[in-house]
Structure formats: structure tokens, C-alpha cells
């Protein structure tokens, strides 16, 4: 009875959009996932060392904290590219989302870094398009779609208020155009707060990359 209950549970989730929990913790080459959760405020990301940190908590959680955690995200004088290591990058299923720091950031049909894919530590999606409400494909990147910084930043992750805005990315690709958007750069938020960040489909969410 138990047994049914779980795989009629797991159902329901993947007809939502959504994945259930990993039973059974990380694929050992885990080097990617969203963020289940913003730090608590918005925009204000604590700079890139807090957001890091944030990355390397939430792999902690989930026993996948040997590894040097880095947000992807750019400031005024950082490029996201540049921190993430040199790949390849697999989600916590162990499915690959880019072999190099070029295919990641290469044709948008290219890399890996889809609806499917694009999954928090814990296995889960966030809520994408036609999955549960509220929407939460909005990620935080500050980033160009080449992985260099864009002028939009929250002040370097540092505003958490309606004062500053940030470049935003797509996780599951889909929304703002018509085909594939882009996971990193499709436009620029109405500000830094989360009041500011829910009414586009955002959670204040963000990429975390291992570096080594």
C-alpha cells in the first residue's frame, strides 16, 4: 500500500512539472543545480561570496558539499564564465547540462539546459511553465548570453530593493519568444526586491556551478 502510494504520489508530481525527491542523494558527478530558495532578500545576495555560500549550504543538505560551489553570476567586474570552472557540469540525476564553459554558453540549442534538466539539489523542478503556479522561471545571472556581465547586477547582489534591477535568465527555456529562450539572459527585472521579482515568474532563484 505504501509502495502505491508513493508512485501514485511521483505521478501526480511529474504531471505538474515536477520531480520527486532523490531517494537516494546525488549522482557522484553532481556539479549543477537551481537553487531550491533565495536567501531570504531578494536581489541582496549578500555580494558574490554570500551568494556562493548560499550555493555551498544547499549542497551541504544534501551531501554534495565536497565540492567548491560558485553562483553563476557577474558584477561589474566579474564575468559568470569565469568562476564556474571549465565542465563538465551534470544535475544531481547525473545528466549532463554542458561538456565546457563554450558549449554552456554556445547556440542556445546546443547545451543541455532545459525544463527537464534544469532541477534544484534536491531533485526537483521549480515551478516552470505549465507546471504549478506560482511561476518561478525567472533565475538570477546579472550575465550576457556569452557569460560576461551585464550592467544589471542588484549593485553587484548587494540591493535587495526596488531600486536596482538585474538581467534575468529562463531555467526551462520557454516564455518570453517564441522557440528557445535563453537560460541566461531574456530581460531584465522589475527590481531587486522579491516583491519585484515574483510578477515577471521569478523566486529570487539562481544557477550553482562546482568549480573543481
Do not use: K
Not at 501526480?12 to 531517494?23: D, E, K
Not at 561570496?49 to 548560499?54: F, N, P
Amino acid at each position: 500500500m505504501i509502495q502505491a502510494r508513493y508512485f501514485v504520489a511521483a505521478a501526480v508530481l511529474l504531471a505538474l512539472g515536477t520531480s520527486p525527491a532523490l531517494a537516494q542523494g546525488p549522482a557522484e558527478n553532481m556539479s549543477f543545480f537551481v537553487t531550491s530558495r533565495n536567501p531570504g532578500n531578494g536581489g541582496n545576495l549578500g555580494g558574490l561570496s554570500g551568494a556562493d555560500a548560499h550555493c555551498q549550504s544547499l549542497a551541504q543538505a544534501v551531501d554534495a558539499g565536497g565540492r567548491t560551489w560558485r553562483a553563476y553570476l557577474s558584477t561589474s567586474t566579474v564575468d559568470a564564465r569565469d568562476r564556474i570552472g571549465e565542465g563538465p557540469w551534470f544535475n544531481v540525476r547525473g545528466e549532463m547540462i554542458a561538456e565546457s564553459v563554450a558549449d554552456l554558453h554556445s547556440d542556445s540549442h546546443s547545451n543541455n539546459l532545459t525544463a527537464e534538466t534544469a532541477i534544484n539539489e534536491q531533485g526537483n523542478s521549480p515551478n516552470y511553465i505549465g507546471g504549478p503556479q506560482p511561476l518561478e522561471h525567472d533565475v538570477l545571472t546579472g550575465t550576457n548570453t556569452d557569460g560576461t556581465a551585464s550592467e544589471m547586477t542588484c549593485s553587484n547582489w548587494t540591493d535587495g530593493t526596488a531600486g536596482s534591477t538585474a538581467m534575468l535568465g529562463h531555467a526551462d527555456r520557454m516564455g518570453r519568444t517564441a522557440g528557445v529562450n535563453s537560460w541566461n539572459a531574456v530581460h531584465a527585472s522589475q527590481g531587486s526586491a522579491m516583491e519585484n521579482l515574483t510578477p515577471t515568474g521569478g523566486a529570487g532563484l539562481f544557477y550553482c556551478f562546482a568549480a573543481d
